[in-house]
């Protein structure tokens, strides 16, 4: 059973929430085009790929907005410095632990560890999870969002990441908080599950499509169904889903129901999960409570791997990038020229690179750029989607800088690393 997360006092729990998400906005929205994203494609390798790593399986801390932050990683088993990994951030719930989340401790230990996800994973993905401040997640000023961020930049740095490959999913506070994530990094995310959730981190942003996955229980007492329902919703409309009203299971029948909504945009599909049952994170069918057999973990991890890559084969880059830096005192800007030189035109494109540490976006000319300081991706806009074969486009942005002014080392064009002259 559940004992940790089952034990707290919900009624006060939900009046605690209430008062904190008040003040729970979550930092800028994502700025990217959000162009559609296919359901499988080549892999996007983060900075980490190809180095020998210092990380390792375990606690970590990093200073994020002034604050020790602290963060459970678990790297996979044989992992392979050239491969390109899934990320995948679990959130606790309110009075959880990031430990409760890494071991599974409050369902069935192992089995339940990153919410049922690492033993479906089969060492395919690396899993974070992070601990909220006070056990919690009220996401003041955007700090928690801040500290996804930090957390992203750190990790990938150091290890191999398929950076088109990014998941969050939580129960309860943890919900929130990837719900918060989905409002204001929606170009970052893959996709996310929110279980049981409220609207309690804040929706900074809350208006670009990303693949959404939302669970609740028809009996839920502490965060409703129809504050799930509404959250939903949001992504309904902004996925430019066929709305409509999902059968759910009848009270008492102890089942759950699933339906995958029609019409959304490519590569941003919404499901709905209902289940007969109260705020609880392992629902199963049949009988009542948490359980180690709950059917959750399952759809969530095929929920997440639908969007499949493929790695880059070496040696095919069909694309040079030319970056030219004016620096002065904090200040610079950067004109980057990308030239297709392969036959094929490219209709439609992002370039991904990372800002040497002390940059940061304050502005930025014929691209949309996300986000604004670490791992950024550049996408086009409406009047540069294609670069005809031996044509080039020219982008750029202004920067601050505390002193660094270098160009980034790499770019890789839709997943594919480029030339760089």
């Excluded at 069909?318 to 610079?332: I, P, S």
């Excluded at 670069?387 to 770019?411: C, E, K, L, M, Y």
Aim: hydrophobic share 35%.
């Amino acid at each position: 059973m559940m004992t940790r997360a089952r034990s707290l006092s919900w009624p006060a729990v939900v009046a605690v929430l209430v008062v904190l998400s008040l003040g729970g906005t979550a930092l800028g929205a994502g700025q990217g085009e959000n162009t559609p994203r296919p359901a499988s494609g080549p892999a996007a390798a983060s900075p980490g790929c190809g180095k020998a790593p210092t990380l390792t399986s375990g606690t970590h801390t990093i200073r994020s907005n002034g604050k020790n932050r602290s963060f459970i990683l678990q790297i996979p088993e044989g992992y392979d410095r050239d491969h390109a990994y899934r990320l995948v951030l679990g959130f606790h719930w309110w009075g959880g632990t990031s430990t409760d989340v890494a071991t599974g401790r409050t369902v069935e230990t192992g089995t339940w560890a990153y919410y049922g996800l690492q033993r479906l994973a089969n060492n395919s993905a690396i899993f974070i999870s992070p601990q909220g401040l006070d056990n919690g997640w009220a996401n003041s000023g955007g700090e928690d969002v801040t500290f996804v961020d930090d957390m992203i930049k750190r990790i990938e740095a150091d290890l191999c990441v398929d950076t088109t490959q990014r998941f969050a999913l939580g129960f309860s506070y943890g919900a929130a908080m990837s719900y918060a994530l989905a409002c204001s990094r929606a170009t970052v995310f893959r996709a996310v599950a929110v279980q049981s959730g409220g609207q309690l981190s804040g929706c900074s942003g809350g208006t670009q499509p990303i693949a959404y996955l939302g669970v609740h229980g028809l009996r839920d007492n502490v965060l409703g169904i129809s504050g799930g329902r509404a959250m939903r919703d949001r992504f309904v409309r902004n996925n430019g889903c066929t709305a409509q009203n999902p059968p759910e299971p009848a009270q008492g029948s102890l089942t759950h129901r699933i339906t995958t909504y029609s019409g959304c945009s490519a590569g941003h599909p919404v499901a709905w999960a209902a289940f007969d049952e109260g705020h609880i994170a392992a629902p199963q069918d049949g009988a009542p409570g948490d359980s180690g057999r709950t059917w959750l973990p399952a759809e969530v991890w095929k929920f997440f791997t639908q969007f499949r890559t493929s790695d880059p084969s070496p040696g095919t880059a069909t694309c040079r990038v030319t970056d030219t830096v004016t620096a002065w005192n904090t200040g610079m800007t950067s004109n980057i020229t990308i030239t297709n030189t392969g036959t094929s035109a490219i209709d439609g494109w992002s370039l991904a690179f990372t800002l040497p540490d002390g940059q940061t976006i304050t502005s930025g000319w014929n691209a949309d750029y996300s986000p604004a300081s670490g791992t950024v991706t550049a996408r086009n806009v409406s009047h540069n989607t294609t670069i005809a074969p031996g044509t080039s486009v020219g982008i750029g942005f202004q920067a601050a800088h505390n002193g660094d002014t270098a160009t980034p080392r790499s770019f890789t064009l839709n997943g594919t690393a480029c030339a760089v002259t």
